[in-house]
């Protein structure tokens, strides 16, 4: 892992096995599927459910820096803990919740390579047993949206002039055929399309079949040789509601190495129904 821009925020299961006892490492495990946990998940692994935990309930917004202070606290998570995230879909949840911590501006954190897909295929030890540590006192900032989220104003003026989009959503759902994500239809969408502008490349394109990353050389294949992308740009990526999109500009950002990248959370859930929104199909 080396080979990567930023090699310091992916470990591989091993290291985690290694670890499961560090009291200066806390594992955190975020599915898309918020029961997956209770059927068995990594020895000493704690679960942050993204719904319940890291969106307010009341908004259309993350949790604020005092929610986020007791989630950590309530965690056994301090500010120098180094937060190791995995789970389903190939990290693309663990790559979500990693990047509402970078909202806060934890960057004592790593996502483990491969995930769970590629911990159970190596026959690594799962339990049932949901671990307790003692709270820890933890001390958040004001998020720090400008530097990595994209709003939807700032999207506005993003597509007008012209800058890069990455839509990571499938092609049914970039060309306008489906309203939804595939097998997905009660999440759907007044209109169908995508960003004026936005280029495609589903996000799944960026892991191997065994959950891990694909290559630097693989990546730029597919992000500079097909998508025309360059270090140099100012990037947004977008999806349904910024979990797929969340997977893409970890990939972007610290496997290759973008400085500018931000993930528009509200993405086509936002765009694809609010009034006055430029679409292509």
């Excluded at 290291?15 to 599927?33: F, K």
């Excluded at 389903?88 to 909202?103: E, S, T």
């Excluded at 004592?108 to 949901?130: H, P």
């Excluded at 502008?197 to 065994?210: I, K, L, Q, S």
Aim: overall charge negative.
């Amino acid at each position: 892992m080396t080979e990567y821009a930023h090699p310091e925020v992916l470990v591989s299961t091993e290291w985690v096995a290694q670890h499961l006892n560090d009291p200066d490492v806390r594992i955190v495990e975020s599915d898309e599927d918020v029961l997956l946990y209770d059927t068995g998940h990594i020895p000493n692994a704690v679960k942050i459910d993204w719904v319940a935990d890291l969106n307010d309930p009341i908004i259309r917004d993350y949790i604020g820096p005092r929610e986020f202070e007791a989630l950590c606290s309530k965690h056994g998570i301090g500010n120098d803990t180094l937060v190791v995230f995995y789970g389903d879909k190939n990290n693309w949840w663990a790559c979500y919740a990693f990047w509402v911590f970078q909202l806060f501006g934890h960057t004592k954190a790593a996502v483990m390579n491969g995930g769970r897909t590629k911990w159970i295929a190596e026959g690594r030890e799962l339990t049932r047993e949901v671990p307790s540590f003692p709270p820890a006192e933890y001390h958040a900032p004001q998020r720090q949206d400008y530097k990595i989220r994209a709003l939807r104003d700032q999207v506005m003026a993003h597509q007008a002039a012209g800058l890069p989009l990455i839509d990571v959503r499938s092609p049914g759902e970039f060309s306008g055929e489906l309203l939804h994500m595939p097998d997905y239809p009660q999440e759907g969408t007044l209109r169908g399309g995508h960003i004026r502008g936005a280029r495609n490349v589903p996000w799944a394109r960026a892991a191997n079949e065994d959950g891990t990353f694909k290559s630097v050389e693989e990546l730029k294949a597919i992000y500079e040789g097909e998508a025309g992308l360059s270090p140099d740009q100012n990037v947004i990526v977008y999806c349904r509601i910024g979990e797929r999109s969340s997977h893409t500009w970890f990939v972007l950002t610290y496997l290759l190495g973008y400085p500018n990248v931000r993930n528009y959370d509200g993405s086509w859930t936002e765009w694809g129904n609010i009034v006055g929104a430029p679409i292509e199909r």
